[in-house]
């Protein structure tokens, strides 16, 4: 599975960047996780938006769905130019009912609820949820390729929370919410800091963590050595079209 990293900021968008958005791929599957603001654009640089196959949201904060409206406008534009004949999937949870019911746009786009006890497939792809702990109801998923049996867990936005440790154990790959410094208080924020992020990749003994969901503020390295003081394993800062085979 190849992961591409799309938007990778907290909050708002850094400029000419993105907010959360992570696009993932195997064979000729092509799912997005979160589409964040600014998402749209930099997609186009990785793939023509008409070739996604679906888009799974954690939750409804703006850093994570600020284009899903400009995204299901271009398939508005693809369908009816012919340049394919595939709706765009969007899988979501279904806390917020008026967020969830404002979410489609039959025939373009078309919306399925997930649950926590059922994990849902697309192509290759097993998706699996958990409950964060965050101001929103917000859930983080396990992605596993059905062909490799590589796994990604993506946190989405939570606080630090013993339960992600059983969810992440031993996943290939950890993208992790590191919202703060590790002598900031995060989970007042319902973030995760360095620190937090450290101990659960050390704890779930994952292969290695990306940071992503970036602070606006201090210097991002030092959240790199902040968690390679509790983890051993490899830690990579998420940037702007950073590609990883997993
Ligand atoms: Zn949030
Ligand atoms: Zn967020």
Redesign the pocket.
């Known amino acids: 599975m190849k992961l591409t990293v799309i938007g990778f900021w907290?909050?708002y968008a850094g400029k000419n960047e993105a907010?959360?958005c992570f696009l993932i791929e195997e064979e000729n599957t092509k799912i997005l996780l979160d589409c964040g603001s600014g998402a749209v654009s930099q997609l186009q640089n990785y793939v023509e938006l008409k070739e996604l196959d679906a888009v799974v949201l954690s939750h409804y904060?703006h850093?994570?769905v600020a284009d899903l409206g400009g995204l299901t406008y271009s398939r508005v534009v693809d369908m009816n130019l012919k340049r394919t004949d595939h709706p765009l999937q969007i899988y979501a949870h279904g806390e917020d009912k008026n967020e969830f019911q404002k979410l489609g746009k039959p025939p373009y786009s078309l919306v399925t609820q997930y649950e926590v006890a059922q994990p849902i497939t697309i192509g290759p792809f097993s998706i699996s949820f958990q409950k964060t702990s965050h101001p929103a109801p917000c859930f983080a998923m396990k992605i596993t390729s059905t062909i490799t049996g590589k796994s990604v867990v993506y946190t989405a936005?939570t606080t630090y929370d013993q339960k992600l440790v059983p969810f992440s154990i031993k996943a290939d790959l950890l993208l992790a919410?590191t919202s703060f410094y590790a002598d900031q208080t995060a989970n007042t924020f319902g973030h995760m800091n360095s620190d937090e992020v450290g101990r659960l990749a050390n704890e779930a003994k994952v292969e290695a963590v990306m940071l992503t969901?970036l602070p606006h503020f201090g210097n991002h390295q030092q959240l790199v050595n902040e968690v390679s003081q509790r983890y051993q394993g490899q830690v990579i800062l998420a940037k702007t079209g950073e590609q990883m085979h997993i």
Do not use: I, Q, Y
Request: avoid cysteine; aromatic fraction near 0%.
């Open positions: 907290g909050a907010t959360s904060h850093d994570h936005d919410e969901h």
